[in-house]
């Protein structure tokens, strides 16, 4: 992945593009098998990024109570298999997770536009990106549960408005 020059991501309105990776029990699943079955929310992290530390667990939260025709959720991680199951266990992660690591060049994330994580992407049913977002932003997370009538936030929960990733 090209650390070091700021790439673009994907934007709203752009088209997602196709691709197979594997998931945590080594099944290779692709884009049009995911979005056959409904929109998707792609969130591309890495384990040792704080920021993706804060941001996972809200994702969850969408995981847990969309359904699955309703909205899915997928962790793309940058690790591999073994660390990205601790990963999972730690933060009592239930989302399926997709491997796009460094021993395989970072194909998805490339593809993407991604420089920075967590890089988060709202794909439709017909591969049109609907909402894209970088980084933490408690707005972001706020709008895109608005979509699907949740709040991914807590009345009593304490949130930052923002973490650069």
Not at 85 to 100: A, H, K, S, V
């Amino acid at each position: 992945m090209g650390f070091g020059k700021h790439r673009r991501i994907l934007e709203k309105g752009s088209s997602a593009p196709d691709f197979s990776l594997a998931d945590l029990h080594g099944e290779f699943v692709s884009t049009r098998r995911i979005l056959s079955r409904g929109p998707a929310l792609l969130a591309f992290f890495k384990i040792s990024c704080p920021v993706c530390q804060l941001t996972l667990p809200f994702l969850e939260r969408f995981h847990r109570q969309l359904a699955p025709g309703v909205l899915q959720v997928f962790g793309v991680s940058q690790n591999d298999q073994g660390a990205t199951r601790r990963f999972g266990r730690e933060f009592d992660l239930t989302l399926p997770m997709l491997l796009d690591t460094a021993a395989s060049g970072y194909p998805v994330s490339n593809i993407f536009g991604i420089s920075q994580v967590p890089s988060m992407f709202l794909v439709e049913q017909d591969s049109t990106i609907a909402w894209a977002s970088e980084g933490f932003s408690k707005h972001d997370l706020e709008d895109l549960g608005h979509r699907f009538a949740m709040n991914p936030f807590g009345a009593d929960e304490e949130v930052p408005a923002f973490r650069a990733g």
